[in-house]
Structures are given as C-alpha cells and as structure tokens.
C-alpha cells in the first residue's frame, strides 16, 4: 500500500508531520479529517526517501521500548518531570540510533511539542499503538500508567517472542548439523570409497547406486542445486510480497499441522493483551482494533478485523461480529461477549491474555518435545542409509578377497 507524507494542524494549534499508509491521497485526507486534524500538505512518499530514513529500518527494537517505558514509567511515578525523564533516559542510552531518536524527542518536548507528537514526529520509529496510548495518557493526565501499561504490553511480548526463538534453537541446529554432516559425507567422504568401488568390479547393492548417483549429481552439477534454490527464494519472496499470497499464508499458518495451533493461540494472546491495554488507557474501540489489527503481525487477521471493524460501524456488537468470523477460538469469543454484557471488557481481555500467555507456554514446550526426536530420528535415519549404503559394499568386497 502506498504511502502518504503528511503535515497537519491540531486542535491546540501545534503542527504535526507523519507518514501514513493510505489506498489513495483522498482516502488518507479522509482520514486525517475524521481525527479532528487540519491537514496543511499531503505528498506521495518515494522509494529514494524510505531508503535512507533512520538507516533504512525505523523500528526501535522491542526490548528498547520496554525498558525504556518501564524506566520512563518510573520516573514519572517519582515525581519526575517529562522532560527531565527523556534527559536522563537519553544520556543513559547506549544504542546509538535508538540514541539519536530519544535526542530528537527530548528537544521536540522542549520546544514545547507533546510527548506523542514528538513520537510521532520520528519516522515510525515508535509503533503507532503507543503514540495513540500516550496521547490518551496525555490528555487524561495518566501519562505514567499508560506508560506502566505499555511496559508492561512489551515486556510479555518479549517474553513470548524469545520462548519462541529459544524453543526453536534446538532444532535448528540439530537440522543445520544433519544437513552438513551430509554435505561433507557425499562431496569429500563417498567419492573416496567411489574409486574403490569402481576399481572391485563388484556388484553393488541398490542403495549404494542411489548413493553414488546423488554423490554425483551433487558434485558435478552443485551450482545447478544453488541455482534452484535461489529461484524457490525469489519465488517465494515474491509470493508474500504480494497481498494475495501474504494473506493465504498468514491464514495457513494458523491451520498448518504442528504449528498451527501454537501460531492460533499466539495471536489470540497479542489481540486480546494489545486490545485490553489500549481500552484500559482510553482509546476508543474502533481505533483500538485499528491499531490491534497492524500489531498481530498477520494479515489475514488484519483484514479479517477491519471487517469486523465495519461491522461494529453498523451497530452489530463486538462479540457477534467476531464470532461470524470464525477466526478465534470459542473460548475468546465468549469471554469477550461475557465482558461486553458485564461493561468489564478490559479486565476481560486482559485475564483472557494471561491464560493464553500460559497456554502459548504449554504448547512451545510441547511442540519442542515432538521436534527433538522427529530431528533426531531424521539425523538417524539419513546418516545411517549413507553409512549402511558404504558399509554393505565393503563387507562384499572383503568376502570377495577372502574367497
């Protein structure tokens, strides 16, 4: 989706510059208009200028925003003025692009900017859930629980996102050490015991001849193999980039064998804990789902939740929408129906978020647990056929020569 560089005027009077992703110019001054925002300029945002902003990747890193809005939150909490907070936190960075950025914020705020705007002011460099969460936070005077609440938000989306990768190191090692062990064994083992093998006569068995004729095609046809594989790389690229493709994977990978449910499950934890901490600082629920929806990371969820978006537009209740859906499990829809009847959504959600932080838990535990022997007996069983394969000739050449 193209993007849109923007200059706006808001309600106290102060100019505003972003960028935002729209279908067209008129859709995004729509948009800018249903805010409360006078728009001053809005231009197209060309490939050349993405390129070279903040070292062509914007993002602040997920374990900087959540210790920087625990620290911030702190400080707030203390007694501790905004902007004698941001110099602190700034003099004490040790990231230097992440550095650079909370430099900029901290002499926005005191040429008199809010908070929210000098983070938006940042080139996305901070997620839009937390721009509108400390805008909120801002106009309620409740800076430093919003700010405690988003620390909070990033901390456990830390916590799952490294279970993830710890839980998958194992088995990704364990695959890169079969796949090695089996690239030296065919190119510089094999062809030794090839020779032999020629120079015998001998008849050799089946898989010894399958063997040979992988060895083969690996060592005489290797950049035929490299070049397969980089067009599948460029296939499959290209496939995601396109939103058709991106969005039939994205649904996939909730229903894939294995992983499918963990993948369910995770999400259902980001909507429910990022939909729970953006109502409990004030942010309306159209908007809410708005930014949720970017957060899952999925697009299929995305346009699935815009949908229901539109729904709750027509005065169809959250709830029903959601289950129409069919996109989460029961259990989160009938939660969600229990909070909007009780007018305790928000806690709702955010107990509903706990236990599937648990849950999301057991299942990485358990998915981990049925990896570790399927690799192991792969290892076996591929090591094993080449060994076997080298073996079984040589005990008929040896019987050959004792006859």
Same mark, same amino acid.
């Given at each position: 989706?193209?993007?849109?560089?923007?200059?706006?005027?808001?309600?106290?009077?102060?100019?505003?510059?972003?960028?935002?992703?729209?279908?067209?110019?008129?859709?995004?001054?729509?948009?800018?208009?249903?805010?409360? =925002?006078?728009?001053?300029?809005? #231009?197209?945002?060309?490939?050349? &200028?993405? /390129?070279? @902003? %903040?070292?062509?990747?914007?993002?602040?890193?997920?374990?900087?925003?959540?210790?920087?809005?625990?620290?911030?939150?702190?400080?707030?909490?203390?007694?501790?003025?905004?902007?004698?907070?941001?110099?602190?936190?700034?003099?004490?960075?040790?990231?230097?692009?992440?550095?650079?950025? =909370?430099?900029?914020?901290?002499? #926005?705020?005191?040429?008199?900017? &809010?908070? /929210?705007? @000098? %983070?938006?002011?940042?080139?996305?460099?901070?997620?839009?859930?937390?721009?509108?969460?400390?805008?909120?936070?801002?106009?309620?005077?409740?800076?430093?629980?919003?700010?405690?609440?988003?620390?909070?938000?990033?901390?456990?989306?830390?916590?799952?996102?490294?279970?993830?990768?710890?839980?998958?190191?194992?088995?990704?090692?364990?695959?890169?050490?079969?796949?090695?062990?089996?690239?030296?064994?065919?190119?510089?083992?094999?062809?030794?015991?090839?020779?032999?093998?020629?120079?015998?006569?001998?008849?050799?068995?089946?898989?010894?001849?399958?063997?040979?004729?992988?060895?083969?095609?690996?060592?005489?046809?290797?950049?035929?193999?490299?070049?397969?594989?980089?067009?599948?790389?460029?296939?499959?690229?290209?496939?995601?980039?396109?939103?058709?493709?991106?969005?039939?994977?994205?649904?996939?990978?909730?229903?894939?064998?294995?992983?499918?449910?963990?993948?369910?499950?995770?999400?259902?934890?980001?909507?429910?804990?990022?939909?729970?901490?953006?109502?409990?600082?004030?942010?309306?629920?159209?908007?809410?789902?708005?930014?949720?929806?970017?957060?899952?990371?999925?697009?299929?969820?995305?346009?699935?939740?815009?949908?229901?978006?539109?729904?709750?537009?027509?005065?169809?209740?959250?709830?029903?929408?959601?289950?129409?859906?069919?996109?989460?499990?029961?259990?989160?829809?009938?939660?969600?129906?229990?909070?909007?009847?009780?007018?305790?959504?928000?806690?709702?959600?955010?107990?509903?978020?706990?236990?599937?932080?648990?849950?999301?838990?057991?299942?990485?535990?358990?998915?981990?647990?049925?990896?570790?022997?399927?690799?192991?007996?792969?290892?076996?069983?591929?090591?094993?056929?080449?060994?076997?394969?080298?073996?079984?000739?040589?005990?008929?050449?040896?019987?050959?020569?004792?006859?």
């Amino acid at each position: 989706m193209p993007e849109f560089r923007y200059s706006v005027v808001d309600s106290k009077g102060q100019t505003l510059d972003g960028v935002m992703e729209a279908e067209s110019q008129e859709i995004c001054r729509k948009i800018i208009s249903q805010r409360g =925002l006078y728009c001053l300029s809005i #231009s197209p945002v060309s490939l050349a &200028s993405r /390129s070279i @902003s %903040f070292g062509g990747k914007s993002k602040v890193k997920l374990k900087e925003l959540s210790v920087f809005c625990r620290q911030f939150s702190t400080m707030l909490i203390s007694g501790i003025s905004v902007i004698k907070s941001l110099d602190i936190l700034y003099n004490q960075a040790e990231n230097s692009p992440f550095k650079s950025v =909370l430099k900029k914020v901290y002499e #926005s705020v005191q040429r008199g900017q &809010s908070l /929210s705007s @000098s %983070f938006a002011s940042q080139n996305h460099a901070f997620p839009e859930m937390m721009i509108n969460m400390v805008e909120a936070g801002e106009a309620s005077g409740t800076l430093d629980r919003v700010m405690e609440r988003l620390a909070d938000h990033f901390e456990k989306s830390l916590k799952t996102n490294n279970k993830i990768k710890n839980a998958m190191t194992y088995p990704v090692i364990l695959g890169v050490l079969t796949v090695s062990v089996v690239i030296i064994l065919m190119v510089f083992v094999l062809p030794v015991f090839i020779n032999m093998f020629k120079t015998s006569g001998a008849e050799l068995p089946i898989p010894t001849k399958i063997l040979i004729a992988v060895s083969n095609s690996i060592t005489g046809y290797w950049y035929i193999y490299l070049v397969v594989i980089c067009i599948i790389a460029l296939v499959c690229m290209n496939v995601l980039k396109n939103k058709n493709g991106r969005l039939k994977w994205d649904q996939f990978k909730t229903k894939m064998p294995l992983f499918g449910k963990l993948n369910l499950i995770i999400v259902s934890s980001r909507f429910a804990r990022t939909l729970s901490t953006m109502l409990q600082s004030g942010i309306p629920l159209l908007k809410s789902l708005e930014i949720t929806a970017k957060v899952l990371n999925n697009k299929f969820y995305e346009e699935c939740i815009n949908m229901i978006s539109e729904d709750i537009r027509k005065g169809i209740p959250m709830s029903s929408s959601i289950k129409k859906a069919d996109i989460f499990p029961v259990m989160l829809t009938s939660m969600m129906l229990i909070g909007e009847e009780s007018g305790t959504l928000e806690e709702v959600l955010q107990k509903t978020a706990v236990l599937y932080d648990e849950e999301s838990d057991a299942a990485i535990s358990k998915m981990v647990g049925m990896l570790e022997p399927i690799m192991i007996i792969f290892m076996a069983v591929v090591v094993g056929f080449i060994v076997i394969s080298i073996i079984v000739p040589m005990f008929g050449m040896m019987n050959a020569v004792g006859a």
